[in-house]
């Protein structure tokens, strides 16, 4: 008879109707909380947040709100409510410059909810391929959940790897393609010379896509204010020696820079992971509990690369050398930030094993911090400094009435550590709420190994 126990048990677990881990909420409020308020950099408190219809309805002092009989109430008492996070470099679908669409995705569908249940509401995939646009559809439409999603094309590259780009001609239609696709941005990786780069400038301009990707070593640093966003940081530091910043000496780039209104997606985050550090670090980011969300495949192939490469990871030129690339990258962020040049918040998730969906940019917004960065302006290189570079910020990027309620509610305030991004208590994406409840189901669900 105990024999039957176990298969019983079983048989019931089965057969239970799946949890509702998503809730859609016509009518909700977030009752005397604590609004994080990233446009005028303060916290407002005792407020209470009314929403409707995926939408900021009004933002009252917590007494004076008269909220209507049927409104789904959130404690906020001794919480914080921030604007939802955005991902702005991320590689979802395939990895790197050389992806052609015929290779299995990095992630599935259903690890789109590994941004949401870490406050991301929105992510820019920087690899993109045909599957992207299905995943694009698929949000529209409602047939899965997941942030708002941005996609570029496959990369552009001038090597004969990836999507080879080799005639202006070519660089043309591909843009012209790209664009018709229903991608969102052209994604310029490396090495151009003169002629090819004018193409792609010229075709995005004309289909009136954004250009976005890597300064391209072989052209002047000027030729780099043509995109909209700057990927990375390691290219920057090489134009000036590998230096450190200077304003003295770099006062006419930066002011080309300014003026251009160029975007920089510094992704300090690849730097300390372990194809440019070392062994040290590679084993702290082995330790984190997020490891168990990528796929298994993905997993054992990584560490059997990097079980060749151990020696590698023990060189100490190669390791000096890149912590010298991180630091230039830590400096240069904290440079351009303070000039003025608007950061926008991007992890290379998926790009660079370990960095997993979601989990990543919570290490990004504290490396941006260490930088220098105040936890309030991190927050921002995640938020309206996003909505004002997809140009939505009279939508998106903020908590203020008729904005879309993308929110994230947290136990602890993000202003005393940033690291408090993470005391996440629910994550709401317009009509869609997800408690803490919800979110400790999906973490099950969606565990690899
Ligand atoms: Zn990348």
Not at 88 to 114: C, I, K, N, R, W
Request: proline letters at 6%; charged letters at 25%; aromatic letters at 8%.
């Amino acid at each position: 008879m105990s024999r039957m126990v176990p298969a019983i048990a079983t048989v019931l677990f089965l057969a239970a109707p799946p949890q509702d881990d998503l809730r859609t909420l016509t009518r909700a409020a977030f009752v005397n909380v604590r609004v994080v308020d990233v446009e005028n950099s303060r916290i407002l408190e005792g407020r209470t947040v009314q929403i409707e219809d995926g939408r900021i309805k009004s933002i009252h002092e917590a007494g004076k709100a008269d909220l209507p009989p049927n409104t789904f109430s959130i404690d906020g008492a001794g919480k914080y409510l921030s604007p939802g996070l955005a991902d702005m470099h991320v590689h979802h679908t395939g990895s790197g410059a050389f992806v052609t669409g015929s290779e299995p995705p990095l992630y599935g569908e259903q690890d789109l909810l590994l941004y949401l249940i870490n406050g991301v509401t929105t992510v820019r995939n920087m690899s993109g391929m045909p599957l992207d646009i299905e995943i694009k559809r698929k949000l529209a439409a409602g047939e899965i959940s997941g942030p708002h999603y941005y996609s570029s094309g496959p990369p552009l590259i001038s090597v004969d790897r990836g999507l080879y780009i080799d005639t202006p001609q070519k660089a043309r239609d591909v843009v012209a393609a790209q664009k018709r696709a229903g991608y969102d941005f052209i994604k310029m990786y490396c090495c151009f010379g003169g002629g090819l780069y004018a193409a792609i400038v010229q075709s995005a301009e004309e289909n009136k896509i954004p250009l976005v990707g890597h300064v391209q070593l072989r052209l002047p640093l000027e030729d780099a204010f043509r995109l909209r966003s700057i990927e990375h940081l390691e290219m920057l530091p090489r134009y000036f020696n590998n230096e450190l910043p200077d304003i003295k000496r770099q006062r006419h780039v930066v002011e080309q820079m300014l003026a251009s209104h160029t975007f920089v997606c510094p992704t300090l985050l690849p730097f300390e992971g372990y194809k440019f550090l070392d062994v040290k670090t590679l084993s702290d980011h082995l330790a984190r509990p997020e490891i168990a969300y990528i796929p298994t495949v993905t997993f054992d192939e990584e560490m059997n690369a990097i079980r060749k490469h151990e020696s590698f990871l023990s060189d100490e030129k190669e390791a000096a050398s890149t912590k010298r690339m991180f630091e230039l990258g830590m400096q240069y962020a904290y440079f351009l930030h303070q000039q003025g040049v608007p950061l926008i918040l991007g992890s290379d998730a998926g790009g660079i094993f370990p960095l997993v969906p979601g989990f990543s940019i919570h290490r990004e917004l504290e490396l941006l911090n260490l930088a220098g960065l105040s936890p309030m302006d991190a927050l921002r290189t995640g938020t309206i400094n996003v909505a004002r570079f997809l140009g939505n910020s009279d939508t998106r990027g903020s908590i203020a009435e008729n904005k879309e309620s993308d929110v994230v509610l947290l136990d602890e305030n993000p202003l005393v550590s940033i690291s408090n991004t993470r005391t996440i208590r629910g994550v709401m994406i317009g009509k869609t709420w997800i408690d803490k409840a919800a979110i400790d189901r999906i973490l099950l669900r969606l565990k690899k190994r």
